[in-house]
């Protein structure tokens, strides 16, 4: 506690109450700075509130993260408890949802992965929240950007990963059932809130929606699994980890490390300074292979680059800075859409010289040199950090023909056949740029093809089918990064005909 007094600050108007608190805008009368006021009347708290103030207050003390709201100050006199914060001027996700009724999983996702910022942030250390929900998650805004921050620490303690707590804690909407059911939980009670959360972004309600907490009660108890909605239609990626945070039994929901190692919420690409170099690092690869007409490096380094430029334009608070990212992006956008056209021609022409050969990959590995590249499964994002890779494949370099190993297995196995069938669709599909359909088209056949790496087949075809599965996996991909470019500058479009209608 600092020297400061609560007369030091003029209290102006009330942003809301808790349980045994009231919220006000103030301003520092020395230095005009708004802030936020937390005040506790000490006649009206128990023994309990106590211990939740004094917890808070430690734990805010500690806690120093973009995306978890800053103390700055506690004060007390005779009648109260204040706790002097920093000020968020877009209010709390509830309304923003409140306002908007449903959200677009893009704006969900970018809303998911600051919040998954500050979770890991906590969990480095044992810190878990206990009561998230959109009310206690604030926004920020600067020059059209949110910045969400993760709020109210009342509820909040220290637990390590194996530690389980009984006291029930948290909003009955956004509660654990193993909270509600059993009295006894640990920290992936935070992961529930985080899928109920979710849910409400997407779908405009949570999934326990009722009237009275006694429907609540009923609906929990009844054990039956949350239905997903196919209305408004989300991604099969997004789907996937809605359903493995909302496991009703904590030892099949999704683990933290899983949680923020997920593909979908992709905190490698989040906007970061050391992000930002990868990037630049990347295009500068990208560009020094296409000088050396490596194009099929260069394409795949373009792509890698966007993967990170594209977060960080949107996270740049500064308008005249995410002007000159935006454009930046466009041209890398354009410059890898140019060599993939120029890369399918190329391979075309080869084709029609070599008949026996048939186009199956427009997208090649930089080190396939008449076979598919080698590799394991993670290879695609390992590739990733690096500044552009082996930054091989001359775009005249032939392309795999179908491995006789493969085609073995295909004849005995209806789901390679199917999943071979749908892969080399999806090339076509590439091939012509119709990139959400060969995005689609890639994931149906890496879902039948993956499994069957699993099952018992020889060695050498196993390799084999290893290897179509890590190309059509990075394949995948540099389409995600591309149309993720794309869909930015169709965003960047729309607002500039509906001035900010869409968080970036």
Same mark, same amino acid.
């Given at each position: 506690?600092?020297?400061?007094?609560?007369?030091?600050?003029?209290?102006?108007?009330?942003?809301?109450?808790?349980?045994?608190?009231?919220?006000?805008?103030?301003?520092?009368?020395?230095?005009?700075?708004?802030?936020?006021?937390?005040?506790?009347?000490?006649?009206?708290?128990?023994?309990?509130?106590?211990?939740?103030?004094?917890?808070?207050?430690?734990?805010?003390?500690?806690?120093?993260?973009?995306?978890?709201?800053?103390?700055?100050?506690?004060?007390?006199?005779?009648?109260?408890?204040?706790?002097?914060?920093?000020?968020?001027?877009?209010?709390?996700?509830?309304?923003?949802?409140?306002?908007?009724?449903?959200?677009?999983?893009?704006?969900?996702?970018?809303?998911?992965?600051?919040?998954?910022?500050?979770?890991?942030?906590?969990?480095?250390?044992?810190?878990?929240?206990?009561?998230?929900?959109?009310?206690?998650?604030?926004?920020?805004?600067?020059?059209?950007?949110?910045?969400?921050?993760?709020?109210?620490?009342?509820?909040?303690?220290?637990?390590?990963?194996?530690?389980?707590?009984?006291?029930?804690?948290?909003? #009955?909407?956004?509660?654990?059932?193993?909270?509600?059911?059993?009295?006894?939980?640990?920290?992936?009670?935070?992961?529930?809130?985080?899928?109920?959360?979710?849910?409400?972004?997407?779908?405009? $309600?949570?999934?326990?929606?009722?009237?009275?907490?006694?429907?609540?009660?009923?609906?929990?108890?009844?054990?039956?699994?949350?239905?997903?909605?196919? $209305?408004?239609?989300?991604?099969?990626?997004?789907?996937?980890?809605?359903?493995?945070?909302?496991?009703?039994?904590?030892?099949?929901?999704?683990?933290?490390?899983?949680?923020?190692?997920?593909?979908?919420?992709?905190?490698?690409?989040?906007?970061?300074?050391?992000?930002?170099?990868?990037?630049?690092?990347?295009?500068?690869?990208?560009?020094?292979?296409?000088?050396?007409?490596?194009?099929?490096?260069?394409?795949?380094?373009?792509?890698?680059?966007?993967?990170?430029?594209?977060?960080?334009?949107?996270?740049?608070?500064?308008?005249?800075?995410?002007?000159?990212?935006?454009?930046?992006?466009?041209?890398?956008?354009?410059?890898?859409?140019?060599?993939?056209?120029?890369?399918?021609?190329?391979?075309?022409?080869?084709?029609?010289?070599?008949?026996?050969? #048939?186009?199956?990959?427009?997208?090649?590995?930089?080190?396939?040199?008449?076979?598919?590249?080698?590799?394991?499964?993670?290879?695609?994002?390992?590739?990733?950090?690096?500044?552009?890779?082996?930054?091989?494949?001359?775009?005249?370099?032939?392309?795999?023909?179908?491995? #006789?190993?493969?085609?073995?297995?295909?004849?005995?196995?209806?789901?390679?056949?199917?999943?071979?069938?749908?892969?080399?669709?999806?090339?076509?599909?590439?091939?012509?740029?119709?990139?959400?359909?060969?995005?689609?088209?890639?994931?149906?056949?890496?879902?039948?093809?993956?499994?069957?790496?699993?099952?018992?087949?020889?060695?050498?075809?196993?390799?084999?089918?290893?290897?179509?599965?890590?190309?059509?996996?990075?394949?995948?991909?540099?389409?995600?990064?591309?149309?993720?470019?794309?869909?930015?500058?169709?965003?960047?479009?729309?607002?500039?005909?509906?001035?900010?209608?869409?968080?970036?």
């Amino acid at each position: 506690m600092s020297e400061a007094k609560i007369t030091e600050y003029k209290l102006l108007e009330r942003l809301g109450s808790g349980t045994y608190a009231i919220v006000y805008r103030a301003m520092k009368k020395t230095t005009k700075e708004i802030l936020a006021v937390k005040v506790m009347a000490k006649s009206k708290l128990s023994c309990t509130a106590m211990d939740n103030i004094i917890s808070e207050i430690s734990l805010l003390k500690k806690l120093k993260h973009r995306h978890i709201v800053e103390m700055r100050d506690f004060l007390w006199d005779e009648e109260n408890i204040y706790i002097l914060m920093e000020y968020c001027d877009a209010g709390n996700l509830s309304s923003y949802i409140r306002q908007h009724r449903t959200l677009d999983e893009g704006t969900c996702k970018r809303f998911l992965q600051q919040l998954a910022l500050a979770l890991r942030y906590m969990r480095q250390h044992d810190v878990s929240h206990l009561d998230l929900k959109p009310a206690n998650l604030l926004l920020t805004r600067a020059s059209g950007t949110y910045v969400l921050k993760v709020g109210d620490f009342g509820f909040a303690q220290r637990l390590k990963l194996n530690q389980e707590n009984t006291a029930v804690k948290g909003s #009955p909407l956004y509660m654990a059932p193993e909270i509600l059911l059993n009295s006894s939980y640990g920290p992936a009670a935070d992961l529930w809130s985080v899928g109920v959360i979710l849910y409400e972004c997407l779908f405009g $309600r949570a999934p326990y929606s009722s009237t009275s907490l006694h429907e609540l009660a009923e609906r929990i108890h009844r054990n039956d699994p949350i239905a997903i909605p196919c $209305r408004p239609p989300i991604s099969t990626d997004c789907r996937q980890l809605l359903v493995s945070l909302l496991q009703r039994d904590p030892g099949r929901r999704i683990s933290f490390d899983k949680f923020f190692d997920d593909p979908y919420l992709d905190l490698a690409h989040v906007a970061c300074e050391e992000n930002l170099e990868k990037a630049i690092a990347l295009i500068n690869r990208a560009i020094e292979l296409e000088q050396r007409q490596e194009l099929a490096g260069a394409y795949r380094a373009y792509c890698q680059g966007l993967q990170y430029f594209v977060p960080i334009t949107r996270a740049e608070p500064d308008a005249g800075k995410r002007q000159l990212l935006r454009q930046r992006v466009l041209t890398y956008l354009n410059r890898a859409e140019a060599l993939k056209q120029h890369i399918y021609a190329t391979t075309q022409t080869e084709q029609q010289q070599q008949q026996d050969v #048939p186009a199956v990959s427009v997208l090649k590995r930089p080190d396939e040199k008449g076979r598919s590249g080698a590799g394991n499964i993670n290879s695609s994002s390992s590739s990733k950090e690096g500044s552009g890779g082996d930054g091989g494949g001359r775009a005249s370099d032939k392309l795999a023909a179908p491995e #006789p190993g493969i085609a073995e297995l295909a004849r005995d196995n209806e789901s390679i056949a199917r999943g071979l069938e749908i892969g080399w669709q999806a090339a076509k599909e590439a091939s012509e740029n119709k990139l959400d359909a060969a995005l689609d088209s890639y994931t149906s056949a890496l879902s039948l093809l993956i499994p069957v790496l699993h099952q018992d087949i020889p060695a050498g075809q196993k390799r084999v089918l290893r290897q179509r599965v890590v190309q059509w996996m990075e394949e995948a991909e540099q389409i995600k990064s591309i149309r993720s470019a794309q869909i930015m500058q169709e965003m960047e479009s729309t607002e500039a005909n509906h001035y900010g209608c869409t968080v970036q």
